[in-house]
């Protein structure tokens, strides 16, 4: 992972590679991410996995310390603006409680609201979770967080919602999902804590994400439903429901990874659902990775069910390194992704095309001008040849790139013919030889 840094006053701000692809975030464990809108940019506040060990956390258990905050102009750039909230700086908070669970921030009236649970030292209102506020001018920080947790609020995943007249509501988990008003200082519940009625009674539900559109209240929230979560969602006429179970928004982690955390909005006229995986974690599936996809609904306002993706939503340029293993299509059989080095995961995964017509395909790559060479990371026991072709795998041949046998990786250039200025998907193909392993590509 290449990056840049800068030094501010306030810490460090990491300017990330593009990571136009999922997980987006791969310079540290991230999950149950809330997506806000400010001004012009998306900034996403996840929770900040970390691996427990003796004197840290629970082993085997979630190990969330701080948080950081993440924004994007593009979903494609994105910017690591550092810690803005951590344990040991919130008076309330158990310091070594590594419980810095979902977060959400909400602006209102000039100030940032920065929602995050965690574990308080003082139990004498009963133990388990309370929620805190943080307030800023800016929504990467300085955060300052109120002195003591929201009064009369128990629970984990917090969601502040604000409806058309103003009035913002507190949404959060505890066994049931519970609702109550919040107060014009955002800091105080103005209502009676409610349990929102007519969810499913069996199974965990948490992490309630509300959002209104075309005047119905959608109530979306992780349930188990079966053996592990699955996004689903609910619709309603006004913010405290009544609520209708209406259907599943994304199904259950198909490789078994146990919670899932979400939120959906619109950015520059596009529906996204921010939620996570453990990609970078596969044996341990509380150290997460958050990923976003396109979500839509139908002419009714239910919302179609996303498949989750590998390639995400970003655009890449053509000259910036595009991961081929994070691919839009595969052909069913001969085709491994696997990590490029098992030792150091942060460095991402490489796509093996392991025999003869093995193909994938990678979408929406922007040439701002013609290319006349496609550079390759590859490696290869043998003697390989690739071709690069447009759209699919009978599309225009681009390129032909034979790939030498090497024991290590190698950077092979390659001539390329026949790109226009443009956007295109691309496709590469093992058409003869040995295995050819790929991490990435990039044109000139
Ligand atoms: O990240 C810790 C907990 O796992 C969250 O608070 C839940 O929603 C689940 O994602």
Redesign the pocket.
């Known amino acids: 992972m290449k990056k840049r840094l800068l030094f501010t006053l306030l810490g460090v701000v990491a300017i990330l590679s593009a990571r136009a692809q999922n997980p987006f975030i791969t310079n540290q464990f991230t999950?149950?991410p809330t997506a806000r809108v400010f001004g012009d940019r998306i900034y996403v506040y996840p929770?900040h996995?970390i691996p427990c060990t003796e004197g840290r956390g629970r082993p085997g258990w979630?190990c969330?310390a701080d948080y950081h905050v993440f924004s994007s102009p593009d979903l494609t750039e994105w910017t690591d603006h550092g810690v803005i909230v951590s344990q040991d700086k919130v008076d309330w908070v158990k310091p070594e409680s590594y419980s810095m669970?979902?977060p959400d921030c909400v602006f209102r009236n000039g100030k940032y609201y920065f929602y995050f649970?965690s574990t308080p030292v003082d139990t004498t209102s009963g133990r388990g979770f309370k929620i805190g506020v943080a307030v800023s001018d800016k929504p990467t920080g300085p955060f300052v967080p109120e002195k003591l947790p929201i009064k009369g609020v128990n629970g984990?995943?917090p969601n502040v919602f604000i409806d058309k007249d103003g009035q913002a509501y507190l949404y959060w988990?505890q066994g049931h999902i519970y609702v109550a008003k919040l107060k014009e200082n955002m800091l105080e519940l103005a209502s009676e804590p409610k349990i929102i009625p007519n969810l499913p009674e069996k199974g965990l539900k948490?992490?309630p994400f509300v959002f209104e559109r075309n005047g119905i209240y959608y109530l979306t929230y992780?349930h188990v439903e079966n053996k592990i979560?699955r996004l689903e969602y609910a619709v309603g006429k006004t913010p405290e429901g009544p609520f209708t179970v209406t259907g599943v928004i994304m199904d259950e982690s198909p490789t078994g990874c146990w919670?899932?955390?979400h939120s959906l909005l619109p950015f520059k006229g596009q529906w996204y659902l921010f939620y996570?995986h453990n990609d970078l974690s596969p044996e341990f599936d509380?150290n997460?990775s958050i990923r976003v996809d396109r979500v839509s609904f139908n002419e009714d306002g239910t919302i179609k069910k996303v498949v989750p993706t590998l390639r995400g939503v970003g655009v890449s340029k053509a000259t910036s390194h595009i991961q081929l293993d994070r691919y839009s299509a595969i052909s069913g059989e001969g085709v491994q992704i696997a990590f490029v080095d098992t030792a150091v995961r942060w460095n991402g995964w490489k796509a093996v095309l392991g025999k003869e017509g093995a193909w994938l395909r990678y979408n929406t790559v922007v040439f701002a001008k013609k290319p006349r060479s496609i550079i390759a990371r590859v490696q290869s026991n043998g003697d390989g040849v690739v071709e690069l072709r447009r759209g699919g795998e009978q599309g225009a041949l681009l390129s032909t790139m034979k790939v030498s046998a090497a024991k290590d990786w190698k950077e092979m250039k390659f001539p390329v013919s026949g790109v226009e200025v443009g956007t295109h998907d691309l496709v590469v193909v093992l058409k003869q030889g040995t295995p050819v392993e790929i991490d990435w590509v990039r044109f000139e």
Do not use: V
């Open positions: 999950a149950d929770s996995d979630f969330m669970w979902a649970p984990i995943d988990s948490e992490g992780p979560e919670t899932n955390h996570h509380k997460r």
